[in-house]
């Protein structure tokens, strides 16, 4: 039997298949642009790469921003990730005269925000520190040149309960392999959460099981592209409060510190124990510029008003879509006054404009 180009895959994951005609140019073309959409199955994959929220001026503080409109970086699914940060990130960064010199992540878990500021210039150099020593394993192996190898486990695992049993049962015997193992289990446990006693995902998002987490074409492409910039970026498996005061006096460095929240930090990550006052009294030393974020508590808030920084509560959504607020901390949030000022001025001038137009017809 002939095979249709449209059954190039056993099924397509999206559903039932309709015949467009197209120029045969550009089918090769129209064809990658479809399977690509076919592993978007998932809302942390919708839309990858648009960008409705540049900046903070494009978000409203008191509404969470929508993850699938901020480009995808990380190979982790990390609970507590701060992919609905960067708008933010970028006002903080861009609005300084010059990128910073170096930007330190010192509890850096799925990096999102570091490899963005990596990736878009908002920082001439990147370090990202990680004491966990399986998240350790898996930025080690993307930025010590075995990227490769990692993304090709990844397209070519046959994803299975045995398999995924077989490959988590093992001890790894290889820095690399632990990688993997540390991306798979990301992917496969409910939530991404990746301490002890997290189980298997099992009915998942749209009956999907296993799979719903996993896009190994997408987790092979983010790997690679990370490893395509890797000059930009250095690791330190260690001790977070070590880095920063290795680079506090440096004025041209920038601190984002996203440490393990107070409340549900011991139940989400293997390292969790973080002494918080001693981090603001760190922080707050530093010569450099510092941008926080925390779970909204009465005992954060007074800890920021101790070591006179300034706070603004973000609304986000946690793992599981319910609505909450964060706390973003900084010696100076002017850059967030201006963009809301911006955001306002800009709303009212388009509702101006509407009036004039509809009173115009």
Same mark, same amino acid.
């Given at each position: 039997?002939?095979?249709?180009?449209?059954?190039? $895959?056993?099924?397509?994951?999206?559903?039932?298949?309709?015949?467009?005609?197209?120029?045969?140019?550009?089918?090769?073309?129209?064809?990658?642009?479809?399977?690509?959409?076919?592993?978007?199955?998932?809302?942390?994959?919708? $839309?990858?790469?648009?960008?409705?929220?540049?900046?903070?001026?494009?978000?409203?503080?008191?509404?969470?921003?929508?993850?699938?409109?901020?480009?995808?970086?990380?190979?982790?699914?990390?609970?507590?990730?701060?992919?609905?940060?960067?708008?933010?990130?970028?006002?903080?960064?861009?609005?300084?005269?010059?990128?910073?010199?170096?930007?330190?992540?010192?509890?850096?878990?799925?990096?999102?925000?570091?490899?963005?500021?990596?990736?878009?210039?908002?920082?001439?150099?990147?370090?990202?520190?990680?004491?966990?020593?399986?998240?350790?394993?898996?930025?080690?192996?993307?930025?010590?040149?075995?990227?490769?190898?990692?993304?090709?486990?990844?397209?070519?695992?046959?994803?299975?309960?045995?398999?995924?049993?077989?490959?988590?049962?093992?001890?790894?015997?290889?820095?690399?392999?632990?990688?993997?193992?540390?991306?798979?289990?990301?992917?496969?446990?409910?939530?991404?959460?990746?301490?002890?006693?997290?189980?298997?995902?099992?009915?998942?998002?749209?009956? $999907?099981?296993?799979?719903?987490?996993?896009?190994?074409?997408?987790?092979?492409?983010?790997?690679?592209?990370?490893?395509?910039?890797?000059?930009?970026?250095?690791?330190?498996?260690?001790?977070?409060?070590?880095?920063?005061? $290795?680079?506090?006096?440096?004025?041209?460095?920038?601190?984002?510190?996203?440490?393990?929240?107070?409340?549900?930090?011991?139940?989400?990550?293997?390292?969790?124990?973080?002494?918080?006052?001693?981090?603001?009294?760190?922080?707050?030393?530093?010569?450099?510029?510092?941008?926080?974020?925390?779970?909204?508590?009465?005992?954060?808030?007074?800890?920021?008003?101790?070591?006179?920084?300034?706070?603004?509560?973000?609304?986000?959504?946690?793992?599981?879509?319910?609505?909450?607020?964060?706390?973003?901390?900084?010696?100076?949030?002017?850059?967030?006054?201006?963009?809301?000022?911006?955001?306002?001025?800009?709303?009212?001038?388009?509702?101006?404009?509407?009036?004039?137009?509809?009173?115009?017809?």
């Amino acid at each position: 039997m002939a095979r249709s180009s449209t059954s190039f $895959r056993p099924k397509w994951k999206l559903g039932n298949t309709t015949v467009v005609r197209v120029p045969q140019t550009l089918a090769p073309a129209v064809l990658r642009y479809a399977h690509e959409l076919d592993d978007i199955t998932a809302p942390e994959e919708i $839309r990858e790469g648009a960008v409705a929220y540049r900046t903070a001026e494009d978000v409203e503080m008191t509404k969470p921003v929508n993850v699938a409109s901020v480009p995808q970086r990380s190979p982790f699914r990390y609970p507590g990730g701060k992919t609905w940060l960067v708008p933010y990130i970028r006002s903080w960064l861009g609005h300084k005269q010059n990128p910073a010199g170096v930007l330190v992540e010192p509890f850096a878990g799925g990096g999102i925000v570091g490899l963005t500021s990596g990736f878009e210039g908002l920082a001439e150099h990147v370090v990202l520190v990680e004491c966990d020593p399986n998240v350790a394993a898996v930025w080690h192996t993307i930025l010590g040149g075995q990227a490769k190898w990692l993304a090709d486990q990844i397209l070519n695992f046959d994803l299975s309960r045995d398999n995924v049993t077989e490959v988590l049962g093992k001890e790894p015997m290889t820095q690399r392999e632990r990688a993997f193992a540390v991306i798979l289990r990301n992917r496969v446990q409910r939530g991404g959460i990746m301490a002890e006693g997290a189980g298997l995902v099992k009915t998942g998002e749209n009956g $999907r099981g296993l799979n719903s987490r996993w896009y190994p074409e997408t987790l092979a492409r983010r790997i690679q592209e990370i490893a395509g910039l890797r000059e930009r970026f250095s690791f330190v498996e260690g001790d977070g409060f070590e880095i920063i005061r $290795r680079y506090a006096d440096d004025e041209t460095a920038a601190f984002f510190v996203d440490p393990p929240y107070t409340v549900a930090s011991k139940r989400l990550y293997s390292h969790w124990q973080v002494e918080h006052r001693t981090l603001f009294a760190l922080l707050a030393r530093v010569k450099g510029d510092v941008l926080m974020t925390y779970d909204n508590t009465r005992e954060i808030a007074a800890l920021a008003f101790e070591f006179h920084f300034e706070t603004q509560a973000i609304a986000m959504k946690n793992t599981h879509h319910a609505r909450m607020t964060e706390l973003v901390i900084g010696k100076d949030l002017s850059w967030l006054r201006e963009a809301a000022n911006g955001r306002e001025s800009g709303s009212r001038n388009a509702q101006a404009t509407l009036a004039y137009l509809m009173q115009s017809r």
